[in-house]
């Protein structure tokens, strides 16, 4: 399993704090020489080298986003923009490696006969101009790493349920029902406004991962909110089989028909199959469709059944292992 290494990102530190950093430790190294021009020499090093070591640790922290599965790599340029982030990281990574060059240059011509404290302030105002270049992109790489370690685990590898469909319409009251997850639930649209994994255990040894997402609505990809599109993103890309949830009673606020035609669009965009179920079924079904009610319970345990029948066909297609006796469960 791939992990998503986001929650492991230390805080970005501030150009400020790089710099106050860096040099209190040149300091205490400059203090173990007794030859003021050597403590210079030595000074001046170490500030550009404590610089660049800081600056590449910072660099190294971020993933490579491009290994990273299909999922991550989109939400994180939802929400983020990822050649922002691509970009703030080389302009880190330059800055690291010009504080070295310019600590070492410096260090370089602290001939004897020059006036070496003159070159140490030299030196040090050129890193610390260095430093404040990149003061936006560690202002930016730190908000960034605030929002991705935000992020659920989403597995790739156990089998996965993305529960879809308008705003309102009682995913997440399912989700909470058969799964762990403990999202949000409240009578107005965009409650949930990210993703939220949940799972169920399955007999005594395996589990499936239950994906709650926000509500989409029916209108042009390019005009969804960034909640929206996070949905969407979950649906392409981790889903092994898709529940749609339609609400017949209208009580979410949107129309049936609206409700048909967003689900017309998954079926396009995804190759998994999509089952679709009625929720609300207290309230009103529809002919031709699973019915269920998150609230009394009914038909809840029908759906999940017809969710595990998928889960059988993809161990079977997938795994090629043939399937467990019943039994054992
Ligand atoms: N009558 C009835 N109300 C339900 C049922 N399921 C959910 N609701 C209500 O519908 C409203 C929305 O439920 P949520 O589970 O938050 O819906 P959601 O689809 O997750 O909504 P968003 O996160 O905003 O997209 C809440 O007021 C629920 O109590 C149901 O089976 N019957
Ligand atoms: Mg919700």
Known sequence: MLEVEFETIPTVPTADEVLDRSLRRAAAKKKLK????????????????AIHDKLKSVVSSFPSFERLPPFYQEVT?????????????GAVSWAADQAR????????????????DQKRRQAVARIASIVHQVEDDLAFLNEARNILRKLPHVSEDEFTVVV????????????????????EIAAYPFTTKGVIVGHREIGKRDRIQFIDTPGVLERPADERNPIEKQAVSAIINTADVVLFILDASEHCGYSID????????IRQLVDVPVETVVNKADIRGIEGY?????????GVDEVLDLLLTYRKEATQTNLREPPQPETQE
Do not use: C, H, W
């Open 101 to 116: 060059i310019v600590g070492s240059g410096y260090t370089r011509s602290m001939r004897s006969g020059v006036d070496t």
């Open 164 to 183: 879809a469909g308008f705003p309102n319409v009682g995913k997440s009251s399912f989700i909470r029902l058969v799964s762990t997850a403990e999202p």
């Open 34 to 49: 007794t030859n003021i021009d050597k403590a210079n020499e030595e000074f001046v090093r170490a500030v550009g080298s």
């Open 258 to 265: 609206d409700q048909i035609r967003l689900q017309d669009e």
């Open 290 to 298: 699973p019915a269920m009610s998150t609230l009394t319970g009914e």
């Open 77 to 89: 340029d939802i929400l983020v923009s990822l050649d922002r982030i691509k970009k703030s990281l």
